[in-house]
């Protein structure tokens, strides 16, 4: 647990030397939020669409950085070397960390925009913060795994989003149903089952990524 | 070398009276077999499209099982062997999509209509398509079979969230089909013992086809093995 809070603290600081991911994640979702506002414009869709494409907008988005976490490793050649000097969970849970931070770090900047542009009202917002919240969870775990698949695979810009939509795909729909929920029901009970999915899915996810880590890692 | 020509022999046997059965499933679906309750003549395609379905679950099971196996012992036909099943699996997600596609169109108006099933079936096939892109980005062998049995048991974990929870915030259009067989007075469709009868023999039928099929596959696999391991 040292060692992984080690190596996220390594990968943070060589994120602020360079600031490439945190760069290309702002930025590209910056970019799909215009596109998408000057599109539909303020006042014309209603709830249902608006949550679906402040999802779409945080999955490509995240596409666009989180696979750099372990691509980056590859680049510089410095995988061996970690592999050396720390057990491949800890790397695994320093680099989910790193990609979690990310996330937010998108999000807390993303979803206020998001909010002010498209004229959204949120009549739950807690809900909507969990949901938010458990959803960037499910996101980062899956996606932390398909980057280091995809680092060991060469890096194919391309396939890092193919191979990711059928396994968040899960996190999307349920996501995207909770959010409708929050945004037009004041109580969190009709969204039981989609925290339930989240919740779940983030669990099994995690589990299943730790346990087969180490096959992707040391390849 | 007698041994060998009697398992020759029974394999024969075996394959015509596969033959025969499925010859007999087609003819019983067609002729035998009367229509469900307030239902037309499409129905008949539940012969085919439900045991297509049943064997593309089973495909990807038997991918999932190999790659586990694979990642356990490192012996590189396991590999060979999940990407066998998983090339077979793709043909019935097809076949069962199109199957299933017709029959929606007759039942429900239109060709697709994002029912939880449907959904899911479609997810398979975008992961199977995942998988086998991935294979092909990856040219050093012990490698590509590494992350593809990875890549393959994590899209298999996430399958039970498409099969338990999208129905449960989406509505289905589809009965409930494991009720039905089982208690077989489902209320959208009562299955008659004649119905039954071809229902199941279909199901055995075509599994039977998907394990001769499977068969193939690994005696090929087998095969390609010795050959190279003789070019060595």
């Known amino acids: ?219 | 070398m007698k041994m060998e020509r009697e398992i020759i022999l029974i394999q024969n046997i075996l394959k015509i009276v596969l033959f025969i059965w499925l010859v007999l499933v087609i003819i019983g679906a067609f002729m035998y077999a009367p229509t469900a309750k307030g239902l037309g003549e499409f129905t008949r395609v539940l012969y085919f499209h439900v045991p297509m379905a049943w064997i593309t679950v089973l495909a990807f099971l038997l991918s999932a099982v190999y790659s586990i196996l694979y990642l356990k012992k490192k012996e590189i036909r396991f590999d060979h062997h999940a990407e066998a099943a998983n090339q077979l699996g793709i043909l019935f997600a097809i076949l069962a999509t199109v199957t299933g596609s017709i029959w929606a169109k007759m039942a429900w108006g239109s060709f697709w209509n994002w029912d939880p099933r449907e959904t899911s079936i479609f997810i398979l096939l975008l992961i199977y398509a995942a998988y086998f892109a991935l294979r092909s980005a990856i040219e050093q062998e012990d490698r590509k079979a590494a992350l593809s049995a990875v890549y393959s048991i994590l899209a298999f974990v996430t399958v039970p969230f498409f099969i338990f929870i999208v129905p449960r915030i989406y509505e289905g259009l589809h009965p409930d089909v494991v009720g039905e067989v089982v208690k077989a007075s489902d209320k959208k469709m009562v299955m008659g013992p004649r119905i039954l009868l071809v229902f199941l023999s279909s199901l055995a039928g075509f599994t039977g086809l998907f394990v001769w099929m499977v068969k193939m596959k690994f005696d090929l696999i087998k095969l390609k093995l010795k050959i190279n391991e003789l070019e060595k």
Request: hydrophobic share 60%.
């Open chain 1, 1 to 219: 647990m040292l060692k992984a809070w080690l190596i996220f603290k390594k990968d943070l600081q060589q994120e602020f030397r360079t600031r490439y991911a945190i760069n290309a994640i702002l930025l590209f979702s910056v970019v799909t939020l215009t596109a998408v506002s000057f599109a539909i414009g303020a006042f014309s869709a209603d709830s249902d669409i608006l949550s679906a494409l402040l999802w779409i907008i945080l999955f490509f988005s995240s596409m666009s950085g989180l696979s750099h976490i372990f691509v980056r490793e590859e680049e510089t050649h410095t995988s061996d070397t970690l592999k050396l000097v720390s057990p491949a969970t800890s790397v695994f849970i320093g680099k989910l960390f790193f990609n979690l931070f990310l996330l937010f770090a998108l999000e807390i900047i993303t979803v206020p925009l998001f909010i002010a542009v498209m004229n959204l009202e949120v009549i739950n917002p807690s809900l909507f913060i969990l949901v938010i919240f458990l959803g960037s969870l499910g996101l980062a775990a899956g996606g932390t795994m398909v980057a280091a698949i995809i680092s060991k695979a060469g890096a194919k810009g391309a396939l890092f989003t193919i191979l990711s939509f059928p396994i968040l795909l899960p996190v999307l729909i349920s996501g995207i149903s909770a959010t409708k929920k929050a945004v037009t029901e004041p109580l969190i009970s009709p969204a039981a089952s989609e925290l339930q999915a989240l919740i779940a899915y983030a669990v099994v996810i995690t589990t299943a990524s730790i346990l087969l880590f180490d096959f992707v890692w040391n390849e």
